[in-house]
C-alpha cells in the first residue's frame, strides 16, 4: 500500500522559509514523479512543482520559481520543498501527489498547513 506523509508546515512571517517534507512509503521511488500543490480557502487545488525522480529534475509554477526548490533523500524516500522568501499569499494547505503513470495522479498525502503573515 503506497501511503505519502508530508509534513514540515508552520506559520512564518512574510520573507521567512520552511522546508516541507513527502515521505512515500510502499513503493521504492523510481521514475515517478513527486508533486507539491497547495490549496487556500475558497480556492482551487493550485499546482506549485512536480519533481521527476529519474531525471533529478523540478518543473515549477511561475508563482514560485527562484523562491521554491526541491531536494531529496534517496534513502529515505522523501522529497523535500524548501520555501524561501514565503508571502502571505503562499498561505495553504499543502500537499503531495505521486504520479506513477503519465496522466492522474495516483496517490495524494494528507495537507500540511502554511500560514504565512505580513
Known amino acids: 500500500q503506497v501511503q505519502l506523509v508530508a509534513s514540515g508546515g508552520g506559520s512564518v512571517q512574510a520573507g521567512g522559509s520552511l522546508r516541507l517534507s513527502c515521505v512515500v512509503s510502499?513503493?521504492?521511488?523510481?521514475?515517478?514523479?513527486v508533486g507539491w500543490f497547495r490549496q487556500a480557502p475558497g480556492k482551487d487545488r493550485e499546482y506549485v512543482v512536480g519533481y521527476k525522480w529519474s531525471y533529478d529534475t523540478t518543473y515549477p509554477a511561475d508563482s514560485v520559481k527562484g523562491r521554491f526548490t526541491i531536494s531529496r533523500d534517496i534513502a529515505r524516500n522523501t522529497v523535500y520543498l524548501h520555501m524561501n522568501n514565503l508571502r502571505p499569499d503562499d498561505t495553504a494547505l499543502y500537499y503531495c501527489g505521486l504520479k506513477i503513470g503519465r496522466s492522474d495522479w495516483d496517490y495524494w498525502g494528507q495537507g500540511t498547513q502554511v500560514t504565512v503573515s505580513s
Open positions: 510502499g513503493r521504492t521511488l523510481s521514475n515517478e514523479v
